[in-house]
């Protein structure tokens, strides 16, 4: 049987989360028929991409300690097929993909793929720019379009922003050791269609055509609509400098993104502006040119990446309607309420626990022998024998403990 | 293929021009024209080659060495490697290609921060002296405020066998404010990190506020109210600490670290927490990468002129506030007043570039030990 590893290195925002959490739940499945997963929590991979590349990332990166390593060696000593997936990969260095191909076998043997998925430019940026703000930006959208249209690209977000969507360079990145037919690009679905067609696309990418899996999704990445992506910028602007990282994420990421504003679903969408949107398409067509010309194989249709027209009514997420936002506002509020509540209550009962414990304690130190041992104790260290009386029953005993 | 692969004239010079750097060349690219054979995967990117050629102008470099920088990665965000301008077109897509030279000090500082961090895990921390048995008659004490005060004085009394703890004394250490804000910064570039000195400096004036080690009032406050106000001693000379917890002889202070250096601790802090774990990188950082820095010199940083006015009205505060809540005050209560540095009022990339290309040349000629700047400082 031929070793293959197959590499899936982004695009974000292209149903990475989903497809990262089928793979995770249905590890064993996966490994029933020969394709290792090999992760033991659901960010593994996550963690890996940040020790190959030495990324800092809000403090995670202690977890990610020589996290590429392990994986590699997992997936060294897996007879069969091994998928990775995580897409901030996109971003790797040519050396950086040469030091993960080589420590995942691929000159001694292993069958390499890389996975590329895509989605149109036009839903990628103003999706770009709202994965900025949940992660702590407030730049506006005004000024994100300006960096990542200048063509300097020296700003840290336009950096990042290309790194992780300019298709082709991306593929020059990672396919310079690579023949073309090991190259997959899959395609995002326009909008409208088939739920599952994303689904069948990575299926066939991976090779998990015929595979039971469970496809329920717990895991995804939300989007949110415009005027509550307006209020977390505005939350970022007020409480980044007191709320460090390892409370944002829970509080404002997970639980006012994800878990509540992800969730209001009549507010106007993020959209790119109209004025914006022909040098989208003019970008994603010399795209298309080039990957046509390099023989990849293509899961899908290009055509996708053309992107969705122009709205007719856009909504600008820089000036957003005031009652839009403080109807988001007010969800937001309910939210942290009811986690207050929630803390609260968990507080309270904690709080019992501990002062039935201290309860428990006293009772037994109430207890004679203790008593009498408490009060042997305190003659003996009243005078220097006793102190030497006591330090030999310890050394004795073979614990420097003074409880006794 | 890609146009790096492609066998162009200008891909041929690019390859002449690795080669000259290998062999020691300084010539920029700019005034390059020889052409050579490809020898590698793939070009090294602008920052590799730019830094390897500085490193060639500061020294001379082992293959071993050259071939790190040449295969090195920039460690964390910014641009992407980036190709030669003249050894390929421009293409519709990806980062323009650079003239090395243009490249702004602070790419080049993100690559040779990577391969610092790496010296730093191969050189690992000097070893230290068993501490000895705790005297029992030791004047029992605790140290809090200016952290570069307090540290290398608890460091010596435990070595003495005069671990802090127990109820005593409380010495609240301090010095000039400025000098406060400065060593706070500083040691937190040594420790947990911290954000550039312009970013995290302007804050602290807006919000009138000091930061908990350097806020001697608060500091002292805390502990009266832990241990009782005639416990706590505000040491405002450094030179008197020793006396107060019963020991004669003075212990050594913190050499000083430029601004620079701190500046360079930062940055390769950052890359050494994906390296080892925050206890590890905090040793790395004090015991073996300080000791280094100090031993290199450069003008200390000190707060920028502009804040001076702000600096007096919260020393002259701070001192008032002591003096009004009656704590024993040993030294010049005026020693809070800002004095008169000489020093960098912030770190410079160039200043931090030659560090950097200094520390990489020095490790590389003394082996993963490399404590020879070490032993000095220690």
């Known amino acids: 049987m031929t070793k293959r590893v197959l590499l899936h290195v982004g695009t974000p925002k292209t149903g990475t989360s989903y497809l990262q959490d089928v793979l995770f739940r249905n590890r064993p499945t996966l490994a029933r028929n020969g394709i290792l997963y090999p992760a033991d929590r659901f960010d593994a991979h996550f963690l890996a991409a940040l020790d190959l590349m030495r990324l800092p990332w809000g403090g995670l990166e202690t977890e990610a300690i020589g996290a590429w390593d392990r994986l590699a060696d997992e997936v060294r000593r897996w007879p069969g097929t091994s998928i990775l997936s995580h897409e901030i990969l996109a971003t790797a260095s040519r050396s950086q993909v040469g030091r993960a191909l080589e420590s995942l076998g691929h000159h001694d043997g292993t069958e390499v793929h890389v996975v590329l998925s895509v989605r149109d430019l036009v839903r990628q940026i103003p999706a770009e720019w709202q994965e900025n703000v949940k992660h702590r930006s407030v730049i506006s959208y005004e000024r994100f379009l300006e960096e990542i249209r200048d063509p300097a690209r020296e700003t840290r977000i336009a950096t990042w922003f290309w790194a992780v969507q300019e298709v082709p360079d991306i593929l020059n990145r990672w396919g310079h050791d690579l023949p073309p037919e090991r190259i997959h690009l899959v395609t995002v679905p326009p909008p409208g269609g088939p739920p599952t067609l994303l689904w069948q696309r990575f299926s066939q990418a991976l090779g998990l055509d015929g595979l039971q899996l469970d496809l329920e999704a717990e895991r995804a990445n939300p989007s949110l609509g415009v005027p509550e992506t307006a209020l977390l910028r505005r939350i970022n602007r007020a409480a980044n400098r007191q709320l460090d990282p390892p409370d944002y994420r829970p509080l404002v990421r997970e639980l006012l993104a994800h878990q509540t504003l992800s969730r209001r679903t009549g507010s106007p969408r993020l959209a790119l502006p109209p004025g914006v949107h022909p040098w989208a398409q003019d970008v994603a067509a010399t795209w298309v040119d080039e990957v046509k010309q390099r023989g990849y194989d293509v899961v899908g249709d290009l055509a996708d990446l053309a992107g969705p027209p122009p709205l007719e009514v856009w909504a600008d997420p820089d000036q957003p309607s005031e009652k839009q936002v403080a109807g988001a506002a007010v969800d937001a509020i309910t939210a942290l309420l009811l986690e207050n509540a929630r803390a609260r209550h968990t507080e309270e009962r904690l709080g019992r626990e501990l002062h039935e414990a201290h309860l428990a304690l006293e009772r037994a130190y109430l207890r004679p022998t203790y008593r009498l041992r408490e009060k042997i104790v305190r003659r003996l260290q009243a005078g220097t024998a006793g102190r030497r009386l006591l330090a030999v029953y310890r050394l004795a005993r073979g614990r420097n403990s003074r409880s006794a | ?378």
């Not at chain 2, 920088?69 to 992407?80: E, K, N, V």
């Not at chain 2, 006015?309 to 002259?316: D, S, T």
């Not at chain 2, 020095?362 to 404590?371: E, K, S, Y």
Request: contains cysteine.
């Open chain 2, 1 to 378: 293929m890609t146009a790096l692969d492609a066998d162009t004239p200008g891909v041929r010079r690019a390859w002449g021009w690795v080669e000259h750097l290998r062999q020691g060349g300084t010539t920029p690219w700019r005034d390059w024209s020889v052409q050579g054979p490809a020898r590698g995967r793939v070009l090294p990117g602008a920052q590799q080659l730019e830094l390897l050629r500085r490193v060639n102008l500061a020294g001379a470099p082992s293959a071993t060495l050259v071939e790190r920088i040449l295969t090195a990665s920039a460690p964390g965000r910014g641009r992407p490697d980036l190709e030669l301008a003249g050894a390929v077109e421009r293409l519709r897509f990806g980062p323009a290609p650079v003239d090395p030279a243009d490249l702004a000090t602070h790419e080049l500082i993100r690559v040779a921060t990577g391969l610092l961090a790496e010296d730093l895990v191969a050189a690992g921390t000097p070893e230290r002296p068993a501490a000895p048995w705790a005297r029992p008659w030791r004047t029992r004490y605790r140290l809090a405020g200016d952290p570069v005060l307090t540290e290398p004085l608890r460091a010596g009394l435990t070595a003495r066998g005069r671990p802090p703890g127990g109820r005593g004394v409380v010495l609240v250490m301090g010095t000039d404010v400025g000098r406060m804000l400065t060593d706070v910064w500083t040691t937190r570039c040594f420790a947990e990190g911290a954000r550039a000195w312009s970013d995290w400096l302007p804050p602290q004036v807006r919000h009138n506020t000091l930061p908990p080690r350097a806020d001697l009032v608060r500091c002292a406050r805390a502990w009266a109210g832990r241990v009782g106000p005639d416990r706590v001693h505000v040491v405002l000379d450094p030179a008197l600490a020793p006396r107060l917890v019963g020991v004669r002889r003075p212990v050594p202070a913190y050499p000083d670290v430029s601004a620079d250096g701190a500046e360079l601790a930062r940055r390769v802090g950052a890359v050494l927490g994906l390296l080892v774990v925050p206890p590890r990188r905090r040793a790395l950082l004090r015991e073996t990468l300080r000791p280094r820095l100090a031993a290199l010199g450069g003008p200390p940083l000190v707060v920028p002129p502009e804040h001076h006015e702000w600096l007096r009205a919260r020393a002259v505060r701070m001192r008032d506030a002591l003096l009004r809540a009656g704590y024993a005050v040993h030294g010049d209560p005026d020693a809070l007043l800002t004095a008169d540095r000489v020093g960098a009022p912030a770190p410079s990339d160039d200043g931090v570039l030659g560090l950097a290309l200094r520390l990489l040349l020095d490790h590389d000629q003394t082996g993963p030990t490399g404590l020879a700047f070490g032993k000095e400082g220690m």
